[in-house]
């Protein structure tokens, strides 16, 4: 009755305030935890699924380049250019032969009118 003995409401209740506090830390603690897990595993999947999808595109992409017909292809479209090429070339050397056909027309009108007594 001097107020050192506690009474068992009084103890009841501060068992409850005791438990209660530490189950709410330890859903606190919980979802703490499985928010940075969740970021952690989905971080860590992203990265091992990106490295799987290089590795894959790589092997494809080298297996492709080595193909018959990915080497036909360049074939075909090396020959097309080279064939495109010399066209441009013989027209180009014709157009030159004109150009220089016209010049020495040029040149022999020149002349003549530069020299009109030796006709």
């Known amino acids: 009755e001097n107020g050192?003995?506690?009474?068992?409401n009084s103890f009841l209740s501060s068992m409850n305030g005791f438990y209660s506090t530490t189950i709410q830390?330890?859903?606190a603690t919980?979802?703490?935890?499985?928010?940075?897990?969740?970021f952690i595993i989905k971080q860590?999947?992203?990265?091992?699924?990106?490295?799987?999808v290089d590795e894959?595109?790589?092997i494809r992409f080298e297996t492709y380049l080595r193909s018959v017909p990915f080497q036909d292809l360049i074939r075909k479209e090396v020959s097309l250019?080279?064939?495109?090429?010399s066209e441009n070339l013989q027209e180009r050397f014709e157009s030159i032969g004109e150009f220089a056909a016209?010049?020495?027309?040029?040149?022999?009108?020149l002349a003549r009118?530069?020299?009109p007594e030796e006709e």
């Not at 860590?44 to 799987?52: C, F, G, R």
């Not at 016209?102 to 009108?109: D, G, K, S, V």
């Open 81 to 85: 250019i080279s064939e495109l090429e």
């Open 102 to 109: 016209r010049l020495e027309q040029i040149e022999n009108r």
């Open 4 to 8: 050192s003995i506690i009474d068992a």
């Open 113 to 115: 009118e530069d020299n």
């Open 44 to 52: 860590h999947s992203t990265n091992q699924v990106e490295a799987a």
């Open 56 to 58: 894959i595109t790589s």
């Open 25 to 27: 830390v330890l859903i």
């Open 30 to 38: 919980f979802f703490v935890f499985g928010v940075i897990s969740f």
